[in-house]
T-cell receptor, first 109, second 115 residues
Framework: GQNIDQPTEMTATEGAIVQINCTYQTSGFNGLFWYQQHAGEAPTFLSYNVLDGLEEKGRFSSFLSRSKGYSYLLLKELQMKDSASYLCASSDSNYQLIWGAGTKLIIKP | ETGVTQTPRHLVMGMTNKKSLKCEQHLGHNAMYWYKQSAKKPLELMFVYNFKEQTENNSVPSRFSPECPNSSHLFLHLHTLQPEDSALYLC??????????????FGPGTRLTVT
């Protein structure tokens, strides 16, 4: 079957680094998305990986290992505004997105 | 207006009511989606309209019916809902082609409460 797993909740300290992991089992895998969703707001696109390796975009980086069915989102120099849910989604053979339940990230001062 | 808009933002309805959710995208995209988001659960894709066809999740009850009159507008008609249908309903759009998935742009959602 198709499945996405990510931790339900994580806590980190302002200024620190946090890594949010995501594992997936997807038929006809066509890439992995990360979205950010603040409470009461729409999810917004953060990154897309289809090839193995690390993609860096400012304070945020995303990594993919296709052979391991694994991705992570790395957030550096954490700010209070980074408190949000982070959604992992894989694209299947029909380019439909299979979503994880999201990881709620709590940033403490 | 820019991006993806949804109305209403909040809706409380009884189980015997009929209501409709509206979504409009101003991005020139050719695909639109309805998702259901329940607390601590993955986004559930309900319906997809793209330039090729309509696709639906076969597990969606018939009390939800979509309408897509053109590429910019999408409706979700609701009737005789159940309390378990209470959730955040998100609309999204994307520019779909024959290759590669494209990022989806989401609206702010309609918070639906069924009493």
């Amino acid at each position: 079957g198709q499945n996405i797993d990510q931790p339900t909740e994580m806590t980190a300290t302002e200024g620190a680094i946090v890594q949010i992991n995501c594992t997936y089992q997807t038929s006809g895998f066509n890439g992995l998305f990360w979205y950010q969703q603040h409470a009461g707001e729409a999810p917004t696109f953060l990154s897309y990986n289809v090839l193995d390796g690390l993609e860096e975009k400012g304070r945020f980086s995303s990594f993919l290992s296709r052979s391991k069915g694994y991705s992570y989102l790395l957030l550096k120099e954490l700010q209070m505004k980074d408190s949000a849910s982070y959604l992992c989604a894989s694209s299947d053979s029909n380019y439909q997105l299979i979503w994880g339940a999201g990881t709620k990230l709590i940033i403490k001062p | 207006e820019t991006g993806v808009t949804q109305t209403p933002r909040h809706l409380v309805m009884g189980m015997t009511n009929k209501k409709s959710l509206k979504c409009e995208q101003h991005l020139g995209h050719n695909a639109m989606y309805w998702y259901k988001q329940s607390a601590k659960k993955p986004l559930e894709l309900m319906f997809v309209y793209n330039f090729k066809e309509q696709t639906e999740n076969n597990s969606v009850p018939s009390r939800f019916s979509p309408e897509c009159p053109n590429s910019s507008h999408l409706f979700l008609h609701l009737h005789t809902l159940q309390p378990e249908d209470s959730a955040l309903y998100l609309c999204a759009s994307s520019q779909e082609g024959d290759r590669a998935p494209y990022e989806q742009y989401f609206g702010p959602g309609t918070r639906l409460t069924v009493t």
